[in-house]
Nanobody, 127 residues
Framework: QVQLVESGGGLVQAGGSLRLSCAAS????????MGWFRQAPGKGREFVAT???????YYTDSVKGRFTISRDNAKNTVYLQMNSLKPEDSAVYYC?????????????????????WGQGTQVTVSS
């Protein structure tokens, strides 16, 4: 089992920045693909960004140029640096890990199930 714990959410004004962290513990030796998803009220969960063990990254179009995903494999932690935040970025952000998915698959197959999820962290961007 892999446990994921997100942190770093909060309230920020439009144009501001936040950095989310996701720390993995447990059976992390499988070096999984990791990613960030988000879910706004009344909407389905959507893909945001993903990163492979080798640091190949993919982003949804709406965050390209504003968000950066990175990972520290020694710390089993993945980060999401969010800049130039917009009110439409407000959502609960979830970290996911998947030993059996490539980063590309996580990006292009939004309905693909992933075995490990964090509890989510709220991001609210005020206008």
């Amino acid at each position: 089992q892999v446990q994921l714990v997100e942190s770093g959410g909060g309230l920020v004004q439009a144009g501001g920045s936040l950095r989310l962290s996701c720390a993995a513990s447990g059976r992390t030796v499988s070096t999984p693909t990791m990613g960030w998803f988000r879910q706004a009220p009344g909407k389905g969960r959507e893909f945001v960004a993903t990163i492979s063990w080798g640091a190949t990254t993919y982003y949804t179009d709406s965050v390209k140029g504003r968000f950066t995903i990175s990972r520290d494999n020694a710390k089993n932690t993945v980060y999401l640096q969010m800049n130039s935040l917009k009110p439409e970025d407000s959502a609960v952000y979830y970290c996911a890990a998947d030993p059996w998915s490539t980063a590309q698959a996580m990006a292009v197959q939004p309905s693909r199930p992933h075995p490990y999820w964090g509890q989510g962290t709220q991001v609210t961007v005020s206008s």
